[in-house]
């Protein structure tokens, strides 16, 4: 089974920018869950889907934004790029459907904002 | 505010030995704790978990202990490998809130032979 997969794994963008990262779950899986990982402030979580809504949210400002298509495949896009949003963008996929389970990490888009 | 802890950043342990790594939680909705291990450039692997209705949970080489009235968690890793070096996270998740996973800043093992 392929994993989970993120693209592009690198990104370089200006300031004011908007950028969208993309990511495929593991075939089967309906949930998909975004992270920011910052030296600073270690993985975070940003918000989670499951068949196409929105389920839960992080503490994240409205820059950021997502969406889950029917084949969960999943986007996450920021708008307005700050400098403070450079981190690595993790996506995570799981099968479950009840409140806990674990949850499948792709490689990560690295954003890096000038 | 970080919810789960990990309060040492760094572990040197040698081959063969027990590693122990430790994590401390402040939320006492959490009801589902997770490892994970992370290599340079890849996304987090998922180790092993432990519901809050168990204290303890093995599997192989790994166990991960709950102490549920202390609100700590460890994972003990015997014997301890060289491919076993690196950033290992700490994770939780409440029942209410699905799939968000509050995770400490993580403890990196370095085995030595």
């Known amino acids: 089974k392929a994993g989970v997969t993120q693209t592009p794994r690198y990104l370089i963008k200006t300031r004011g920018q908007q950028v969208t990262l993309s990511c495929s779950p593991i075939?089967?899986?309906?949930?998909v869950s975004w992270y920011q990982q910052t030296p600073g402030q270690g993985l975070q979580f940003l918000f989670e889907y499951f068949s196409e809504t929105q389920r839960n949210k992080g503490n994240f400002p409205g820059r950021f934004s997502g969406r889950q298509f029917s084949n969960s495949r999943s986007e996450m896009n920021v708008s307005t790029l700050e400098l403070g949003d450079s981190a690595l963008y993790l996506c995570?996929?799981?099968?479950?459907?009840?409140?806990?389970?674990?949850?499948?990490f792709g490689p990560g888009t690295r954003l890096t904002v000038t | 505010d970080q919810q789960v802890k990990q309060n040492s950043p760094s572990l040197s342990v040698q081959e063969g030995r027990i590693s122990i790594l430790n994590c401390d939680y402040t939320n006492s909705m959490f009801d589902y704790f997770l490892w994970y291990k992370k290599y340079p450039a890849e996304g987090p692997t998922f180790l092993i978990s432990?519901?809050?209705?168990?204290d303890k949970n093995e599997d192989g080489r790994f166990t991960v202990f709950l102490n549920k009235s202390a609100k700590h968690l460890s994972l003990h890793i015997v014997p301890s490998q060289p491919g076993d070096s690196a950033v290992y996270f700490c994770?939780?998740?409440?029942?209410?809130?699905?799939?968000?996973?509050?995770f400490g800043k993580g403890t990196s093992l370095l085995v030595t032979p």
């Open positions: 075939s089967g899986h309906r949930s």
């Open positions: 432990i519901s809050s209705i168990k």
């Open positions: 995570a996929s799981s099968s479950a459907g009840t409140s806990s389970g674990e949850q499948y």
């Open positions: 994770a939780a998740s409440a029942g209410n809130s699905g799939y968000a996973l509050n």
